[in-house]
């Protein structure tokens, strides 16, 4: 494309439109970045709580629920108790006889397994505790989360166990958070030594003797697993489109209305009569007026206008020149 061939108003059109099509893609590129840190957040948030509510658990070695269990993930063990009674706290008074209750207990992975039935992407997001040593067939990591305890246990070995991946799988944003193996997390996972013989013999009893070998052995601080993070969010451009209100239309329009009036009236305009005005002056029109008689150059800034000072200046003087040579013809 020549630009010789456009004029200035077609020029200033595609500069700004440039401008503008580069400013959203930087703004684009921005909001992008904005918003999937807001995912990270939002992804570090979710597994932070789980692994409270895991340390809340493994605090008190196992949390026990009377005569319910979720039937899809079962429980440890169980105990039976008769002649049971509800007692007050501080003063033990007897407030209800139970008669004979069963309790069954819930493990931190095993309440951590219940709690994630719980979520459902409906709500926009959902968790679940995973690992390449699961104990459960359902904690074992797909694809994505495969990929992702890979990358955490190379950064532990560099040395970097702050443990965190994310990343888009699809339309959907997933974050994971590593497990690291604590105190309480021997008694069912340490070394031979270390695992409590009940729990030894009620995890061979609900997982089989294969799978208490896979996910046993570990030793403190090392990596247990993941807690996978999968949030399906608004697309970025329906988010930004939410945010969007008469108001921002209102100023974008206003703002684009604002630059075409500048450039139409102190840019556009003076060079087109400039423009006239040299074609004016080349064919013999000298006494045509630029609009800047009476200006002086040097108490003025606008380059337009010192350029039509001084094209006036140039017509002044062949008018001059024309009117001397016709002193002397005569």
């Known amino acids: ?141 797909d694809k994505w989360e495969a990929k992702a305890i890979k990358i955490i246990k190379e950064e532990f070995k560099k040395g970097n166990t702050s443990g965190e991946y994310w990343g888009w799988d699809g339309d959907k944003f997933r974050f994971a958070k590593a497990l690291k193996v604590e105190k309480g997390c021997l008694k069912c996972h340490g070394t031979p030594d270390q695992i409590d013989p009940i729990f030894k013999k009620a995890i061979i009893a609900k997982y089989g003797e294969e799978a208490f070998k896979r996910a046993t052995g570990y030793k403190l601080g090392e990596l247990r697993g993941i807690i996978s993070v999968t949030i399906l969010p608004p697309g970025l451009l329906s988010s930004a489109l939410e945010e969007i209100d008469i108001w921002n239309v209102l100023a974008l329009i206003l703002a684009f209305a604002i630059f075409w009036y500048f450039a139409k009236n102190e840019i556009i305009r003076p060079i087109e009569k400039l423009t006239q005005a040299a074609h004016d002056i080349s064919v013999g029109k000298l006494d045509t007026d630029l609009g800047v008689r009476g200006l002086k150059e040097e108490e003025v800034k606008d380059e337009i206008t010192k350029l039509a000072i001084a094209i006036d200046r140039l017509r002044a003087s062949i008018q001059i020149a024309m009117e001397r040579l016709r002193k002397r013809k005569k």
């Open 1 to 141: 494309m020549n630009l010789r061939n456009l004029s200035i108003s077609q020029k200033v059109f595609i500069v700004f439109a440039i401008v503008v099509l580069l400013a959203t893609f930087s703004f684009l590129h921005l909001l992008d970045k904005t918003y999937q840190q807001q995912l990270v957040r939002e992804g570090r948030i979710i597994s932070q709580q789980v692994i409270i509510f895991r340390r809340w658990v493994s605090g008190f070695g196992t949390v026990w629920t009377k005569d319910k269990y979720n039937p899809n993930t079962g429980y440890l063990v169980s105990t039976e108790a008769q002649n049971a009674v509800l007692k007050a706290y501080k003063t033990d008074e007897i407030l209800q006889n139970l008669g004979t209750v069963h309790f069954y207990a819930h493990n931190p992975a095993l309440a951590t397994r219940e709690l994630s039935e719980l979520t459902n992407l409906e709500y926009g997001w959902s968790f679940r505790a995973v690992s390449d040593r699961y104990l459960a067939p359902t904690d074992k990591p």
